[in-house]
């Protein structure tokens, strides 16, 4: 069957829970999150380790994003049974170039400027060293969800009706600042802040196959499969 023709987005109530939904995201949780697992740990005299934080901090963001986003999920996976082809074009076209464009940004950064360390890159793989199980659910199945409805369903989405650019550019910038940002505000170093532009194609392609698929789940799917390549890549 044919894509959707258009992208109706959410309705005002889902508008109103997915914003709380994304400040716990952005603002809520982040601070939290330590504050939390530090009274876990002395409440019931257990030992959290760094990568069951990492997976627990997931786990509650999934579960979040589950509870303030759940009719939307549904209506849009109502909506890929009925693109099914479309979306399958979208994921293996995206994917191609989601990796053809990073390798020509890759090349690009690497004549032009100095190579900078990704930091949330290193910080990736040394989890999938640590804890590879706990780290590739958390990449292929958890994160793929929480991002795409957050940057792509909520931020792209609700702001395509106004102007598509600015939905490009809030959502493609936000996507990109969130994985630079933790380390940036811990050393303030401008390098951190370099990196975000890594980010920025992977945020376009998202957005593109979302609205090619005509449903969200498009680009949810593609972020999982482009993950689960990388976690096999790096096994």
């Given at each position: 069957?044919?894509?959707?023709?258009?992208?109706?987005?959410?309705?005002?109530?889902?508008?109103?829970?997915?914003?709380?939904?994304?400040?716990?995201?952005?603002?809520?949780?982040?601070?939290?999150?330590?504050?939390?697992?530090?009274?876990?740990?002395?409440?019931?005299?257990?030992?959290?380790?760094?990568?069951?934080?990492?997976?627990?901090?997931?786990?509650?963001?999934?579960?979040?994003?589950?509870?303030?986003?759940?009719?939307?999920?549904?209506?849009?996976?109502?909506?890929?049974?009925?693109?099914?082809?479309?979306?399958?074009?979208?994921?293996?076209?995206?994917?191609?170039?989601?990796?053809?464009?990073?390798?020509?940004?890759?090349?690009?950064?690497?004549?032009?400027?100095?190579?900078?360390?990704?930091?949330?890159?290193?910080?990736?793989?040394?989890?999938?060293?640590?804890?590879?199980?706990r780290t590739a659910l958390i990449l292929v199945f958890l994160s793929?969800?929480?991002?795409?409805?957050?940057?792509?369903?909520?931020?792209?989405?609700?702001?395509?009706?106004?102007?598509?650019?600015?939905a490009y550019l809030a959502s493609c910038i936000l996507f990109a600042?969130?994985?630079?940002?933790?380390?940036?505000?811990?050393?303030?170093?401008?390098?951190?802040?370099?990196?975000?532009?890594?980010?920025?194609?992977?945020?376009?392609?998202?957005?593109?196959?979302?609205?090619?698929?005509?449903?969200?789940?498009?680009?949810?799917?593609?972020?999982?499969?482009?993950?689960?390549?990388?976690?096999?890549?790096?096994?």
């Amino acid at each position: 069957m044919p894509k959707r023709k258009s992208m109706p987005g959410m309705t005002n109530p889902e508008k109103i829970l997915g914003g709380i939904g994304v400040i716990v995201y952005f603002f809520i949780l982040p601070l939290a999150a330590a504050p939390l697992f530090g009274f876990i740990q002395r409440a019931f005299s257990v030992s959290i380790s760094e990568s069951l934080a990492d997976a627990l901090y997931y786990y509650i963001l999934f579960g979040l994003t589950i509870l303030f986003f759940w009719n939307y999920l549904v209506r849009e996976g109502r909506a890929l049974s009925c693109c099914a082809g479309a979306a399958l074009r979208a994921i293996g076209v995206g994917a191609i170039a989601l990796y053809g464009c990073n390798e020509i940004l890759f090349r690009l950064l690497r004549a032009f400027s100095a190579s900078q360390p990704n930091l949330n890159d290193q910080a990736v793989l040394a989890r999938l060293a640590s804890a590879p199980q706990r780290t590739a659910l958390i990449l292929v199945f958890l994160s793929p969800v929480i991002e795409e409805t957050v940057f792509r369903g909520y931020i792209f989405g609700n702001l395509r009706s106004y102007s598509r650019w600015a939905a490009y550019l809030a959502s493609c910038i936000l996507f990109a600042l969130v994985h630079v940002w933790p380390y940036f505000a811990g050393s303030w170093d401008s390098a951190c802040l370099a990196a975000m532009v890594q980010y920025l194609v992977p945020g376009a392609v998202m957005a593109w196959a979302f609205e090619q698929s005509g449903s969200l789940w498009g680009s949810i799917l593609l972020h999982g499969a482009v993950n689960a390549l990388a976690v096999w890549g790096a096994a």
